[in-house]
T-cell receptor
Framework: DAGVIQSPRHEVTEMGQEVTLRCKPISGHNSLFWYRQTMMRGLELLIYFNNNVPIDDSGMPEDRFSAKMPNASFSTLKIQPSEPRDSAVYFCASSLATGDQPQHFGDGTRLSIL | QQPVQSPQAVILREGEDAVINCSSSKALYSVHWYRQKHGEAPVFLMI?????EQKGHDKISASFNEKKQQSSLYLTASQLSYSGTYFCGTRTNDYKLSFGAGTTVTVRA
């Protein structure tokens, strides 16, 4: 079975540019999570979707970040404009339901903002 | 609120045992454990629900003491493949997991 698919795997761009990260969750999973991982802050939840609806975006650092889930098989995380402090590994994860279900992580996108 | 993991790092020889602790200041519904190898994604190990149960995954097991709001992960007879960073994720009364800072385990031959 295909796991969570993220693209791109690596992104290097200059400050001020728009960055779009993409995620395809596991088919049949109705919960989707976007995380950011850095050495300083660890693994942080940015936003959570349930049945394509954003439930909690309190972890989104600021208005420069936005996320969408137009359908059950696709989600995007956008940063506009990007800043060097946004450099991190961004993971997308999906699970069958909310609460106590395993979260399956994608391979992540390693983002470097110069 | 982020749970506290200890120790931050541990070095083992193959065959040795280790314990990783995870504690929270909030009442917990469940504790999730994940392992992440360098440059890879976190991989689910197990979930422990309220009730003090103990679970196992190969020779890795865990316990959950809900009264103390603590969980411990036990690595028994460690293998080289156990190397990685172990994260506990705690769930309080909502759907969110708050992850600890991680414990880096290095198993040497």
């Amino acid at each position: 079975d295909a796991g969570v698919i993220q693209s791109p795997r690596h992104e290097v761009t200059e400050m001020g540019q728009e960055v779009t990260l993409r995620c395809k969750p596991i088919s049949g999973h109705n919960s989707l999570f976007w995380y950011r991982q850095t050495m300083m802050r660890g693994l942080e939840l940015l936003i959570y979707f349930n049945n394509n609806v954003p439930i909690d975006d309190s972890g989104m650092p600021e208005d420069r970040f936005s996320a969408k889930m137009p359908n059950a098989s696709f989600s995007t995380l956008k940063i506009q404009p990007s800043e060097p402090r946004d450099s991190a590994v961004y993971f997308c994860a999906s699970s069958l339901a909310t609460g106590d279900q395993p979260q399956h992580f994608g391979d992540g996108t390693r983002l470097s903002i110069l | 609120q982020q749970p506290v993991q200890s120790p931050q790092a541990v070095i083992l020889r193959e065959g040795e045992d280790a314990v990783i602790n995870c504690s929270s200041s909030k009442a917990l519904y469940s504790v999730h454990w994940y392992r992440q190898k360098h440059g890879e994604a976190p991989v689910f190990l197990m979930i422990l629900l309220k009730g003090g149960e103990q679970k196992g995954h190969d020779k890795i097991s865990a316990s959950f003491n809900e009264k103390k709001q603590q969980s411990s992960l036990y690595l028994t007879a460690s293998q080289l493949s156990y190397s990685g960073t172990y994260f506990c994720g705690t769930r309080t009364n909502d759907y969110k997991l708050s992850f600890g800072a991680g414990t880096t385990v290095t198993v040497r031959a």
